[in-house]
Each structure stands twice: as structure tokens, then as C-alpha cells.
């Protein structure tokens, strides 16, 4: 089946550095990738949609220059959290369509991010 | 901005009950999905619905999108263990999901 990594799974910094999360499709090309958050006990909110080759589109209320998007070939999508604070720690998870199939995400299993 | 309303919040049953679940919004949907998310994990999918009035199993879970398009409800028959987590109903328009605040399912053996 459509398999989904992300990279690292926990991450703790300290704040004001900026750190970088992977997603990568395993075993499918994905023209499209989605970055989601999801803060304790609450629902995953999508943050913004990552196109392959072209810039991201962001969900209102996403600050654009502090999540950088980079959606640099089929099967991978990064997401810089730059300048991150105490107030950005969360659980952040992509999702990916298979370029083929197209109806479906499949999700990753998230990155914990920490900041100190 | 849509939204869903996902109820019950939470639900602790005794092992071997059904559990129902449901999902309304006041937007109109092209698909709903129902995933299933344990701690520090992403969510899996369990059912996607993708016609009006379409019911789908899958084992022991049953779910249905709504007629009207803007409603999905998801049973489980005859609960296990391993059936705790928290539950997510999705609609789709386009590309893209809206989740709702999930349901909590315990169940005690």
C-alpha cells in the first residue's frame, strides 16, 4: 500500500532556530502534499497545500514566511518552521496524493515538535 | 470557513456494545472519510465515501455519507479492545479535508 515517511518523528529545539520536517511518498509519485497541525486533544487543521514544482498555497491565518514549504520533486515536501517559538510546539502531519489514484491521502505519521 | 460538528465528544463502552457515532455541517461535501488515530500516530483511514446516500462496510464498521451531503455517521458492531482510540470524521471538497474534533472511544473489557 501508498506509504507515507516523516523525518524526524520528535524534534525539541530551542527557540528562534528554525527546523526543517521531511515528507516523503515511498511508493508512489505525489503532485500534491498536504502539511497539517494538530495541537494536544484537538483536530488536525490544515495549514497549507504543497504542489510540486510551484509555490505553496496557505490557509488563512498561516503565516507563509514562517512556515516555508518546499515541494522540490514527486515524492518529497519539506516544511521549515523558521524562527520557531514555545507557542509552535505541536504535532505537524503531512499527507500525500498519489499522483495515479489522486482521491485519496494517505498521512504520515507525524513529527513532534518541541520548543524550549 | 467550514466546519464539521463531530459528536459524541467522548464515549466509554463495555466491550461487545455498538457505537455510533456522527458527523453534520451546515457546508455540503464531496466525500466524507473516517479515520482512526492513536497517540503520536497519524490517522488511517477506515471508510471513504465518495456518493450521496452511499453506505460502505468494512469488518465490523458501517458508515454512510449522508444524503443531503452535508452528514456522515459511522457505526462499529460488537466493540474490542483494540477498537479505543480517537475517531475523525473528514469531508472532502476539492483536494482538500476538514476534520472534525474527533470522538474518543474508550471501551473497557
Known amino acids: 500500500g501508498a506509504v507515507v515517511s516523516q523525518h524526524p518523528s520528535r524534534v525539541i529545539c530551542k527557540s528562534g532556530t528554525s527546523v526543517k520536517i521531511e515528507c516523503r511518498s515511498l511508493d508512489f509519485q505525489a503532485t500534491t502534499m498536504f502539511w497539517y497541525r494538530q495541537f494536544p486533544k484537538q483536530s488536525l487543521m490544515l495549514m497549507a497545500t504543497s504542489n510540486e514544482g510551484s509555490k505553496a498555497t496557505y490557509e488563512q491565518g498561516v503565516e507563509k514566511d514562517k512556515f516555508l514549504i518546499n515541494h522540490a520533486s514527486l515524492t518529497l515536501s519539506t516544511l521549515t518552521v523558521t524562527s520557531a517559538h514555545p507557542e509552535d510546539s505541536s504535532f505537524y502531519i503531512c499527507?500525500?496524493?498519489?499522483?495515479?489514484?489522486?482521491?485519496?491521502?494517505?498521512f504520515g505519521p507525524g513529527t513532534r515538535l518541541t520548543v524550549l | 470557513g467550514q466546519q464539521l460538528n463531530q459528536s459524541p465528544q467522548s464515549m466509554f463502552i463495555q466491550e461487545g456494545e455498538d457505537v455510533s457515532m456522527n458527523c453534520t455541517s451546515s457546508s455540503i461535501f464531496n466525500t466524507w472519510l473516517w479515520y482512526k488515530q492513536d497517540p503520536g500516530e497519524g490517522p488511517v483511514l477506515l471508510i471513504a465515501?465518495?456518493?450521496?446516500?452511499e453506505l460502505t462496510s468494512n469488518g465490523r464498521l458501517t458508515a454512510q455519507f449522508g444524503i443531503t451531503r452535508k452528514d456522515s455517521f459511522l457505526n462499529i458492531s460488537a466493540s474490542i479492545p483494540s477498537d479505543v482510540g480517537i475517531y475523525f470524521c473528514?469531508?472532502?471538497?476539492?483536494?482538500?479535508?476538514?476534520f472534525g474534533a474527533g470522538t474518543i472511544l474508550r471501551v473497557k473489557s
Open positions: 473528514a469531508g472532502g471538497y476539492g483536494n482538500k479535508l476538514v
Open positions: 465515501l465518495y456518493k450521496a446516500g
Open positions: 499527507s500525500a496524493l498519489d499522483r495515479v489514484v489522486g482521491s485519496e491521502q494517505f
